[in-house]
């Protein structure tokens, strides 16, 4: 039998109770002051896997995709990467230096 987990509307306690899979929420008695005001709260739960079950032909095509998008986003650029000196222009503001052609386009 599993065990639930409920909230009293009369008193606001919160209580467990083994109640069987069948049985109503609205019939479950508060164990604090008695009356029938319960409401079944949504619980977590533990559970382990025994048993040496083996990985089906689907379980090991995903694992595969996975590895095959995990190679491909190795590649990719950093998100926070380096950036170039931008602060290098500004800090000449007569734009001297840079540009060997004297400005002049077409040449």
């Known amino acids: 039998m599993p ?4 909230q009293c509307g009369g008193c606001g306690q ?5 109640q069987s899979v069948h049985a ?6 508060c164990s604090h002051c008695g ?11 533990a559970s ?8 089906t ?5 995903a694992y595969n995709m996975l590895h095959e998008r995990m190679d491909k986003l ?5 998100i926070l990467g380096k950036r170039t000196n931008l602060n290098a222009s500004a800090s000449n503001p007569s734009g001297s230096g840079s540009s ?5 386009v077409g040449g």
Not at 3 to 6: C, K, L, S, T
Not at 100 to 104: H, I, L, P, V
């Open 3 to 6: 065990v639930y987990e409920y």
């Open 14 to 18: 919160r209580f467990e109770t083994f």
């Open 24 to 29: 109503n929420p609205e019939d479950t008695k």
């Open 35 to 45: 009356a029938k005001k319960a409401t079944r709260l949504m619980s977590a739960f």
């Open 48 to 55: 382990k896997i025994v048993g040496t079950a083996k990985p």
């Open 57 to 61: 032909f689907t379980e090991m095509k």
């Open 74 to 78: 190795k590649k990719l650029p950093p």
């Open 100 to 104: 060997s052609d004297g400005g002049s």
